[in-house]
């Protein structure tokens, strides 16, 4: 029994650590505020929650009331977070980046924050 | 055991994450990417020290783990009250040629 919830609890965290790791890479590859902080609000929300699930379970005696105040409060922070990042954002007229092709050498190209009209 | 090599395995992955929020802290075109980084960079630490516990066992980093989160919101949340006192066109939110 011990080890199915060590089992369990590890493939859990895997599941989570994966989620962060798909924000972190979005942080990344993404070209915008607003496509980085999209990221970080949906990714990161579900690889957090998946890890404090699986902390939970992989430890014997875990704290459970405290682990679900930890749950509530994520879920009510992160996409706030990531809200404001773009409310700020829009408000200050930060430029929005937009995906221009170009018929080049019979292919479309693509080329990054086109002006703005 | 296998199971606590994998557990040390997914906190070592986590490194690469909480390089890659320090990554976009320095290159940041703008205030708010740089804040994105601190963002990234803050949750994930949190989430080392929860995997950390799981694999030692420990029940005692919850508090400092509900403390850091909290503080973590409430940084940003100052940081906007601050960039909201700034003219729109000032030079910390031109975007360049975005990247």
Same mark, same amino acid.
């Given at each position: 029994?011990?080890?199915?919830?060590?089992?369990?609890?590890?493939?859990?965290?895997?599941?989570?650590?994966?989620?962060?790791?798909?924000?972190?890479?979005?942080?990344?590859?993404?070209?915008?505020?607003?496509?980085?902080?999209?990221?970080?609000?949906?990714?990161?929300?579900?690889?957090?929650?998946?890890?404090?699930?699986?902390?939970?379970?992989?430890?014997?005696?875990?704290?459970?009331?405290?682990?679900?105040?930890?749950?509530?409060? /994520?879920?009510?922070?992160?996409?706030?977070?990531?809200?404001?990042?773009?409310?700020?954002?829009?408000?200050?007229?930060?430029?929005?980046?937009?995906?221009?092709?170009?018929?080049?050498?019979?292919?479309?190209?693509?080329?990054?924050?086109?002006? /703005?009209? | 055991?296998?199971?606590?090599?994998?557990?040390?395995?997914?906190?070592? @992955? @986590?490194?690469? &994450?909480?390089?890659?929020? @320090?990554?976009?802290?320095?290159?940041?075109?703008?205030?708010?990417?740089?804040?994105?980084?601190?963002?990234?960079?803050?949750?994930?630490?949190? &989430?080392?020290?929860?995997?950390?516990?799981?694999?030692?066992?420990?029940?005692?980093?919850?508090?400092?783990? @509900?403390?850091? &989160?909290?503080?973590?919101?409430?940084?940003?949340? &100052?940081?906007?009250?601050?960039?909201?006192?700034?003219?729109?066109?000032?030079?910390?939110?031109?975007?360049?040629?975005?990247?």
């Amino acid at each position: 029994m011990s080890m199915v919830r060590e089992i369990a609890g590890l493939v859990v965290l895997a599941g989570g650590v994966f989620f962060v790791i798909v924000a972190a890479v979005g942080q990344i590859r993404l070209p915008d505020v607003f496509c980085r902080s999209h990221a970080i609000g949906k990714a990161m929300t579900l690889g957090v929650m998946l890890i404090v699930l699986g902390y939970g379970l992989s430890v014997p005696d875990a704290p459970w009331l405290k682990l679900i105040l930890l749950l509530i409060f /994520q879920l009510m922070t992160i996409p706030v977070a990531s809200h404001l990042f773009c409310l700020i954002a829009y408000r200050k007229g930060v430029r929005r980046y937009r995906a221009k092709a170009v018929w080049e050498e019979g292919e479309w190209e693509r080329i990054g924050n086109a002006p /703005q009209e | 055991m296998i199971v606590d090599l994998l557990k040390l395995l997914l906190c070592v @992955l @986590l490194f690469g &994450s909480v390089a890659a929020g @320090l990554w976009r802290l320095n290159r940041g075109p703008t205030t708010l990417d740089r804040l994105l980084g601190l963002d990234l960079t803050t949750i994930t630490i949190m &989430s080392i020290v929860l995997v950390f516990s799981a694999l030692t066992g420990t029940v005692e980093f919850i508090e400092f783990v @509900l403390l850091f &989160s909290a503080l973590g919101f409430l940084t940003t949340v &100052s940081y906007f009250y601050y960039l909201m006192q700034l003219p729109p066109e000032d030079e910390e939110f031109d975007a360049g040629d975005g990247r």
